[in-house]
């Protein structure tokens, strides 16, 4: 959803930008573009299409650097993507360029007063509307950049982070955000600015995460002053110091980030349960749920909160939830919980899950949330990311960094958290025996050989790709604990191939969606749930009847539905809850090989971001 780098010191600014600009480009990567202080002038150069594109044509140019400038990444909200749409914004006498990530949501009543007052307008986009209001106020104020940015921010409505430079005051660079993250990397006699860290990695450790309603004028003449945008009060940040590991964020030999982070997933796993299964003791320590123990066990209701992957995640644990430990749930997309008037007080609790942190819908659920009085629990893979700041307790996932767009190592922690709240909380609740506590906790434990065992399917897998790849339509189908499976893998499908597909509860097929099936139209059936067995294999069985296509995700040594499918995949057999462990990632990798053997462009595919931090 955007991606901003910039940089203030001593070296060459450009490729500092520019490859920062390489590590957000999953935010966004439908134009790109950098403005930079050359000592004498700014210098911008933006275009439509890729970051490599813009590298391209820059390296045409004679010169390009400066040890000041801004970049951006664009994924576009306001206006196509196009040259003129991408950023950096210019204000109308060049003085002053901002890069924008965030929607201003009364741009078009405030571009009119603009045009009233005479400024006029190149792009259609809400960004180039408050670049000029900046101008507007500065001139009129007569102020600096600083005050000019922190009037124009008041004036405005909507979320943002941005980053501005002006040639009046060309040794700094103003930041602010809200609602859309923004962190500064503090190296010596020298300051780097990010959507998130990676950019800076290289440079720095230290890191200050802007808060919500915070601005910061940069500069390398004296130093930098933090305060708040909506009064004049300074701020204090705290530098932290970043732990993230720079080799997590290369694709170490893989065709693509997606793939890499698909084989991840056992270690992703292990990562997350470390220090909090301990099998010797028999416990499950997850200080977040401890600290607020009471809460847990006095509600009579979680509702969950979450957005695309994550809600699937969600949905995963309503089954887990109301099962083992026998609270009721209910899950949410986070967009529709926002303004649904939700009924929710100080009893409940909300579980807010999301890979990035920075989802404005599931920010915006869990601040409802907040206003009501619930309690607010967030699982978050990105630390210290919004969501995992604004939630009251909370649990990391501890994947590392996912690139890819299409989120899979996310989802298989986010259920591995999930499911470990569960188990302590139905311990907690009485409502399991030690001996059921155990059984769940030992075989959690040996998840991780099951999901290696599953990875060595990826050539068996492949070769089914290649058969359906040039289906236009898919059906998903599974039951129980794979019915939320059954959604993610057509959503996987949709969001790298291109290829419509649909998630159904196997049952539900009869209701609608069985008139589609024929020859063409291929169904990816979760078979493993000894529970419905029986009624699947007549779903399949109906399904063949009508010429259908069958790929069946089935246990080791099943012997019925493997007879009647076309093809079949075997996962390792694990009780039901831990099902997904094993049946999703046939499903990843499925999708993944599909859009190879298309050409898609896997980690990047259209029209999507990795992280929407816009409504
Ligand atoms: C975007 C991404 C999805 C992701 C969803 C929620 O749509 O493309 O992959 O599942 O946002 O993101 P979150 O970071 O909140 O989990």
Same mark, same amino acid.
């Given at each position: 959803?955007?991606?901003?780098?910039?940089?203030?010191?001593?070296?060459?600014?450009?490729?500092?930008?520019?490859?920062? *600009?390489?590590?957000?480009?999953?935010?966004?990567?439908?134009?790109?573009?950098?403005?930079l202080?050359?000592?004498? $002038?700014?210098?911008?150069?933006?275009?439509? !299409?890729?970051?490599?594109?813009?590298?391209?044509?820059?390296?045409?140019? $004679?010169?390009?650097?400066?040890?000041?400038?801004?970049?951006?990444?664009?994924? #576009?909200?306001?206006?196509?993507?196009?040259?003129?749409?991408?950023?950096?914004?210019?204000?109308?006498?060049?003085?002053?360029?901002?890069?924008?990530?965030?929607?201003?949501?009364?741009?078009?009543?405030v571009?009119?007063?603009?045009?009233?007052k005479? @400024?006029?307008?190149?792009?259609?986009?809400?960004? %180039?509307?408050?670049?000029? =209001?900046?101008?507007?106020?500065?001139?009129?104020?007569?102020?600096?950049?600083?005050?000019?940015?922190?009037?124009?921010?008041?004036?405005?409505?909507?979320?943002y982070?941005?980053?501005?430079?002006?040639?009046?005051?060309?040794?700094?660079?103003?930041? #602010?955000?809200?609602?859309?993250?923004?962190?500064? !990397?503090?190296?010596?006699? %020298?300051?780097?600015?990010?959507?998130d860290?990676?950019?800076?990695?290289?440079?720095?450790?230290?890191?200050?995460?802007?808060?919500?309603?915070?601005?910061?004028?940069?500069?390398?003449?004296?130093?930098?002053?933090?305060?708040?945008i #909506?009064?004049?009060?300074?701020?204090?940040?705290?530098?932290?110091?970043?732990?993230?590991? =720079?080799a997590k964020?290369?694709?170490?030999?893989?065709?693509?980030?997606?793939?890499?982070?698909?084989?991840?997933q056992?270690?992703?796993?292990?990562?997350t349960?470390?220090? /909090?299964?301990?099998?010797?003791?028999?416990?499950i320590?997850?200080s977040g749920?401890?600290?607020?123990?009471?809460?847990?066990?006095?509600?009579?209701?979680?509702?969950?909160?979450a957005?695309?992957?994550?809600?699937?995640? !969600?949905?995963?644990?309503?089954?887990? @939830?109301?099962?083992? #430990?026998?609270? &009721?749930?209910?899950?949410?997309?986070?967009?529709? @919980?926002?303004?649904?008037n939700?009924?929710?007080?100080?009893?409940?609790?909300?579980?807010?899950i999301?890979?990035?942190?920075?989802?404005?819908?599931?920010?915006?659920?869990?601040?409802?949330? $907040?206003?009501?009085?619930?309690?607010?629990?967030?699982?978050?893979?990105?630390?210290?990311?919004?969501? &995992?700041?604004?939630?009251?307790?909370?649990?990391?996932?501890?994947?590392?960094?996912?690139?890819?767009?299409? &989120?899979?190592?996310?989802?298989?922690?986010?259920?591995?958290i999930?499911?470990l709240?569960?188990?302590? =909380?139905?311990?907690? /609740?009485?409502?399991l025996?030690?001996?059921?506590?155990?059984?769940?906790?030992?075989?959690?434990?040996?998840?991780?050989?099951?999901?290696?065992?599953?990875?060595?399917?990826?050539?068996?897998?492949?070769?089914?790709?290649?058969?359906? $790849?040039?289906?236009t339509?898919?059906?998903?189908?599974?039951?129980?604990?794979?019915?939320?499976?059954?959604?993610?893998?057509?959503?996987?499908?949709?969001?790298?191939?291109?290829?419509?597909?649909?998630?159904?509860?196997?049952?539900?097929?009869?209701?609608?969606?069985?008139?589609?099936?024929?020859?063409?139209?291929?169904?990816?059936i979760?078979?493993?749930?000894?529970?419905?067995?029986?009624?699947?294999?007549?779903?399949?069985?109906?399904?063949?009847?009508?010429?259908?296509?069958?790929?069946?995700?089935v246990?080791?040594?099943?012997? %019925?539905?493997?007879?009647?499918?076309?093809?079949?995949?075997?996962?390792?057999?694990?009780?039901?809850? *831990?099902?997904?462990?094993?049946?999703?990632?046939?499903?990843?990798?499925?999708?993944?090989?599909?859009?190879?053997?298309?050409?898609?462009n896997?980690?990047?595919?259209?029209?999507?971001?990795?992280?929407?931090?816009?409504?």
């Open positions: 959803m955007c991606g901003i780098v910039g940089y203030l010191g001593s070296k060459n600014a450009y490729p500092i930008i520019l490859e920062g *600009l390489k590590r957000l480009e999953y935010r966004g990567y439908d134009s790109a573009g950098i403005c202080y050359n000592g004498n $002038k700014l210098i911008s150069n933006k275009s439509k !299409g890729k970051i490599s594109k813009l590298e391209k044509r820059i390296s045409k140019l $004679k010169t390009f650097h400066g040890n000041i400038g801004i970049g951006h990444t664009r994924w #576009a909200t306001h206006g196509e993507p196009n040259d003129k749409n991408s950023h950096p914004h210019s204000s109308n006498s060049n003085d002053i360029h901002i890069v924008h990530n965030g929607i201003i949501e009364n741009y078009s009543a571009k009119e007063e603009l045009i009233n005479g @400024f006029h307008f190149h792009s259609e986009t809400d960004t %180039e509307v408050l670049v000029n =209001l900046i101008e507007y106020i500065q001139i009129k104020e007569n102020v600096k950049l600083g005050e000019a940015v922190q009037l124009a921010l008041n004036q405005v409505i909507g979320a982070s941005i980053a501005a430079i002006d040639i009046k005051k060309p040794d700094e660079i103003v930041v #602010a955000r809200l609602g859309s993250p923004l962190c500064i !990397g503090v190296g010596k006699d %020298e300051y780097f600015i990010g959507s860290a990676t950019p800076f990695l290289d440079y720095t450790k230290k890191a200050i995460y802007l808060k919500d309603g915070e601005m910061a004028i940069i500069r390398n003449h004296k130093p930098t002053q933090y305060r708040k #909506a009064d004049d009060s300074f701020t204090n940040p705290t530098v932290e110091k970043l732990e993230i590991d =720079l964020i290369q694709k170490k030999g893989f065709d693509h980030f997606m793939l890499k982070e698909i084989f991840e056992p270690s992703a796993v292990i990562d349960l470390r220090g /909090r299964l301990r099998l010797k003791k028999g416990i320590k997850m749920i401890d600290d607020f123990i009471d809460k847990f066990l006095s509600t009579n209701k979680i509702t969950i909160v957005c695309g992957t994550s809600w699937h995640a !969600g949905l995963i644990a309503e089954y887990m @939830f109301e099962k083992i #430990a026998k609270i &009721s749930v209910e899950v949410e997309y986070a967009s529709e @919980f926002r303004y649904r939700p009924v929710i007080d100080k009893s409940d609790i909300v579980i807010a999301s890979q990035s942190g920075e989802t404005a819908d599931t920010l915006a659920a869990i601040k409802l949330a $907040k206003k009501q009085g619930a309690f607010v629990y967030g699982i978050c893979n990105v630390v210290g990311s919004t969501i &995992s700041r604004e939630a009251d307790a909370g649990s990391y996932t501890h994947a590392g960094p996912e690139i890819g767009v299409a &989120s899979t190592k996310a989802f298989i922690t986010q259920i591995t999930l499911f709240i569960a188990v302590k =909380l139905g311990k907690s /609740r009485g409502v025996s030690s001996k059921q506590f155990r059984e769940y906790i030992y075989e959690l434990n040996s998840i991780k050989k099951k999901i290696t065992k599953v990875l060595s399917s990826n050539d068996k897998i492949k070769k089914i790709a290649a058969k359906i $790849k040039n289906a339509n898919c059906l998903y189908l599974g039951r129980g604990y794979n019915f939320p499976v059954a959604l993610e893998g057509a959503l996987k499908l949709k969001e790298i191939s291109y290829i419509h597909a649909e998630g159904y509860p196997a049952a539900e097929m009869k209701h609608g969606p069985i008139a589609l099936i024929d020859k063409n139209m291929p169904s990816i979760i078979a493993t749930n000894k529970l419905y067995y029986d009624k699947i294999l007549s779903n399949v069985q109906e399904i063949k009847s009508r010429k259908g296509k069958i790929i069946a995700v246990f080791e040594g099943d012997k %019925e539905i493997s007879k009647i499918a076309d093809y079949t995949i075997e996962v390792p057999e694990t009780i039901p809850a *831990l099902t997904p462990f094993v049946t999703t990632i046939p499903l990843q990798l499925l999708s993944y090989h599909i859009a190879v053997k298309l050409g898609r896997v980690d990047q595919p259209r029209n999507l971001a990795k992280s929407v931090t816009v409504e």
